[in-house]
């Protein structure tokens, strides 16, 4: 059985790798109402292939409650999936930064966040794959 927990060792913490995210060389795209930064860390901080930080705005929800539910769906969400993206993943790739930033105007269920997130989930292996192809096509050139 797989594990579905979302352990210590998966939370993005690091402010340096935080910082990193928003500084320069990250990846991102939009998934409505959800939006996905990345990028390869310095080096491993945990045993997990990805570590996430998931962010929402207060200048769209000002209650820290409704800040705090949306967080939570977002959370739950990628814990059931993160099993099938864990599997996908080349197994030579570094350890990533994932930041996952609400950007939706209104409150959202879980069914549409649940739905979003495998479309991100999708998008980000088939980027991911691409950018492999593509590197292993100019090493075998030369």
């Not at 913490?13 to 998934?31: M, N, P, T, V, Y």
């Amino acid at each position: 059985m797989a594990d579905n927990t979302f352990k210590t060792g998966e939370r993005l913490k690091s402010r340096h790798e935080i910082d990193r995210l928003f500084a320069g060389k990250s990846q991102s795209f939009s998934q409505y109402p959800l939006r996905l930064v990345w990028q390869e860390m310095e080096y491993a901080r945990s045993d997990f292939p990805i570590q996430l930080a998931i962010s929402v705005p207060k200048r769209r929800f000002k209650k820290a409650v409704d800040r705090n539910k949306i967080r939570r769906l977002v959370r739950e969400s990628y814990r059931l999936r993160k099993g099938d993206l864990y599997e996908q993943l080349p197994s030579e790739k570094p350890q990533m930064a994932w930041m996952i930033i609400y950007v939706g105007k209104k409150k959202e269920n879980f069914l549409t966040i649940d739905k979003t997130m495998a479309k991100l989930m999708k998008r980000f292996l088939n980027k991911i794959k691409i950018k492999n192809q593509t590197n292993q096509l100019d090493s075998d050139q030369f």
